[in-house]
């Protein structure tokens, strides 16, 4: 049963422009929410996160957004640079000392 | 500030043996996970340790095992290797609840 979803496996974008990735998840638990960037050959780099309590996370060229209700968050990469172009996971987890649940990823391409 | 550091990168070990990974998490880092990635489960859950006590343990068989030493430094032992053993194992480690992990470059262990 995957708790965490990302149905988008790849995304392409032109340089310049949004990119949009989304993540699912069906565990009304999860009360904090994170996104990780990985490169081939290197472990994941933590991105940005998100607590429950919030419903919107700014870190400069990343924007998270939680919608609890739905049970869905996305990440706005504005605007897209060549360097992004990378695997991107969505995880979760519940509150205390809890193990990061992780969805499959989604490759992104910025095309030049 | 040093980041996470695992040892070794790459390991080739054959079917039956035993295989012992290393991490060093960040300083001041007291918990210390550890993930297996591979192409068709993803990222999962193995173990958390805290304080040289494990935390929290994912569903892997009794043939995955950790411990952590006084200095947070992290060991994990898979013994009786099989073929899907092969994957990426990743240490992550973090300083308190409901703060982003932050992960090493891991170690590919392929397993012939």
């Known amino acids: 049963d995957q708790q965490v979803k990302q149905n988008s496996p790849s995304l392409s974008v032109q340089e310049g422009r949004i990119s949009i990735l989304n993540c699912d998840y069906t565990n009304s638990m999860f009360d904090y929410f994170l996104w990780y960037k990985k490169y081939p050959a290197e472990g994941p780099t933590f991105l940005i996160s998100?607590?429950?309590?919030?419903d919107k996370n700014e870190d400069g060229r990343f924007t998270v957004f939680l919608n609890k209700s739905a049970k869905h968050l996305s990440l706005h990469i504005v605007p897209s640079q060549p360097g992004d172009s990378a695997v991107y996971f969505c995880?979760?987890?519940?509150?205390?000392?809890?193990?990061?649940?992780f969805g499959k990823g989604t490759r992104l391409s910025v095309i030049a | 500030k040093a980041g996470v550091t695992q040892t070794p990168r790459y390991l080739i070990k054959t079917r039956g043996q035993q295989v012992t990974l290393s991490c060093s998490p960040i300083?001041?880092?007291?918990?210390v996970s550890w993930y297996q990635q591979t192409p068709g489960q993803g990222l999962q859950f193995l173990f958390e340790y805290f304080s040289e006590t494990q935390r929290n343990k994912g569903n892997f068989p009794g043939r995955f095992s950790g411990r952590q030493f006084s200095n947070s430094r992290s060991e994990m032992n898979v013994s009786t290797l099989e073929l899907g053993d092969s994957a990426l194992y990743l240490c992550?480690?973090?300083?308190?609840?409901?703060?982003?992990?932050?992960f090493g470059d891991g170690t590919r262990l392929s397993i012939l």
């Open positions: 992550a480690s973090s300083s308190e609840v409901d703060q982003p992990q932050h």
């Open positions: 998100i607590s429950s309590i919030k």
């Open positions: 995880a979760a987890s519940k509150p205390g000392n809890t193990p990061l649940v």
């Open positions: 300083s001041g880092h007291r918990s």
